[in-house]
T-cell receptor, first 111, second 113 residues
Framework: GEDVEQSLFLSVREGDSSVINCTYT??????LYWYKQEPGAGLQLLTY?????DMKQDQRLTVLLNKKDKHLSLRIADTQTGDSAIYFC???????????FGSGTQLTVLP | GAGVSQSPSNKVTEKGKDVELRCDPI?????LYWYRQSLGQGLEFLIY????????KSGLPSDRFSAERTGGSVSTLTIQRTQQEDSAVYLC???????????FGQGTRLTVV
């Protein structure tokens, strides 16, 4: 079945860039997503990318997709303390079925 | 409503009792999902509804779990004879028919004591 993997923890200094990585196994993945979950809150969609793209930029966020290696990354420029949260990578095959999520990466931004 | 609404936000129940969790999706969203997030774990898919099609129940962990979606809108997830391992945050999401953006509710934190 599909599998999505992420490292569990990442710490960065305020003002630095953060890079959160994700690998997936489903070659039929059509959409790849990044969600943010703040403490005690639901999931917030940050951005998504179609599999026929290799990069998407949205303000401080840059998503890179290496479809050959099935590797997705989220770069947050000028990381702020408010960016501290759990970041989930997810994929779907676009058939309007379930999303498959990674276990989430806990990002801690140090002052 | 403006977003996906779930109730209750917190539920503490005794082992063996039945619980019902409610999800009110975004108006017009025909796809509805239930996920479970256990402490320190990722999201585990439970069930998916799309319009009037038969739901995809492949993620339900046991026959104690069931879900309904009445009138293509509100959904109820029912857990019978709750066990301590059912303790988790249950998240509901909805989306338009083509799965581009799934919007999540705040979740229901279920604690079985």
């Amino acid at each position: 079945g599909e599998d999505v993997e992420q490292s569990l923890f990442l710490s960065v200094r305020e003002g630095d860039s953060s890079v959160i990585n994700c690998t997936y196994t489903d070659s039929s993945s059509t959409y790849l997503y990044w969600y943010k979950q703040e403490p005690g809150a639901g999931l917030q969609l940050l951005t998504y990318i179609f599999s026929n793209m290799d990069m998407k930029q949205d303000q401080r966020l840059t998503v890179l997709l290496n479809k050959k290696d099935k590797h997705l990354s989220l770069r947050i420029a000028d990381t702020q303390t408010g960016d501290s949260a759990i970041y989930f990578c997810a994929e779907s095959d676009g058939s309007a079925r379930q999303l498959t999520f990674g276990s989430g990466t806990q990002l801690t931004v140090l002052p | 409503g403006a977003g996906v609404s779930q109730s209750p936000s917190n539920k503490v129940t005794e082992k063996g009792k039945d619980v019902e969790l409610r999800c009110d999706p975004i108006s017009g969203h025909t796809a509805l999902y239930w996920y479970r997030q256990s402490l320190g774990q990722g999201l585990e898919f439970l069930i998916y509804f799309q319009g009037n099609s038969a739901p995809d129940k492949s993620g339900l962990p046991s026959d104690r779990f069931s879900a309904e979606r009445t009138g293509g809108s509100v959904s109820t997830l029912t857990i019978q004879r709750t066990q301590q391992e059912d303790s988790a945050v249950y998240l509901c999401a909805s989306s338009l028919p083509v799965n581009t953006e799934a919007f999540f509710g705040q979740g229901t934190r279920l604690t079985v004591v």
